[in-house]
């Protein structure tokens, strides 16, 4: 373990943000952008590994756990997320057999 926070501090703070931000843009732009559900809740789902990868460079740069201890709640609720979302989107694709997101408007009642 004392390895890798070494190589961990190795590479400067700068280039976590710098990576960090770019994944969390791409996934912005894969919501917005996409239509297909799936490639919604994977791009959701960069988004908060892109947080938790820079919660987990914080706590290693500060030496406190607490940064760790918090990814690893936020990965139980976006594994929850995940479950929940894709078994929306089976009962949605039984309706309209589409998983577009576009088509989801046909089903107000």
């Known amino acids: 373990m004392e390895g890798t926070q070494e190589i961990i501090k190795v590479i400067p703070i700068n280039y976590y943000l710098i990576f960090c931000t770019i994944l ?10 996409k239509r297909n559900a799936l490639v919604i809740f994977m791009s959701i789902e960069m988004m908060l590994n892109s947080v938790n990868l820079l919660l987990v460079a914080f706590s290693v740069y500060r030496g406190d756990p607490s940064g760790q201890i918090f990814v690893f709640f936020v990965m139980v609720v976006a594994a929850a997320e995940v479950a929940v979302g894709l078994a929306i989107l089976v009962m949605t694709y039984r309706t309209t057999h589409s998983i577009d997101v576009n088509l989801l408007t046909r089903l107000k009642g």
């Open 24 to 33: 969390f843009c791409i996934g912005v732009l894969g919501v917005l952008v």
